[in-house]
């Protein structure tokens, strides 16, 4: 004979509406992990994070690496051969160089600084 575990739960009120908002608040406010050693809570925050695992790294971790690479190129590169290159007076490339560089980490700023007005909405 095999002792078998078996637990149930009742996850439509965690994932959906006023229930799951306020569970998640009441979550954040907990001042001490030990809340997180409870096996339940354990459970809901596993299966949570895996069904928006993917959303996470698309909507926000794949668009900072773009902004992060971009932000690098930006001022390690351009801005280096353009002040090598402003004594040839050559500054119409480099504007369009600064220009199409600048213009995806301004948009991708804006991406990041809704998402964080959102939260604080919240």
Request: aromatic share 18%.
């Amino acid at each position: 004979m095999v002792r078998v575990s078996v637990k149930m739960i009742e996850f439509d009120w965690i994932l959906h509406g006023k229930p799951a908002h306020e569970f998640l608040k009441n979550l954040l406010k907990v001042n001490s992990s030990e809340m997180f050693n409870l096996d339940i809570v354990k459970d809901i925050v596993f299966y949570q994070w895996s069904t928006i695992r993917k959303q996470i790294i698309m909507k926000m971790f794949i668009p900072f690496c773009l902004y992060f690479l971009l932000f690098l190129t930006y001022v390690t590169w351009t801005i280096k051969r353009k002040h090598e290159e402003d004594a040839a007076g050559d500054e119409k490339k480099w504007f369009w160089i600064n220009f199409t560089l600048m213009i995806p980490s301004i948009l991708i700023t804006i991406l990041f600084t809704y998402y964080e007005i959102r939260q604080l909405m919240q």
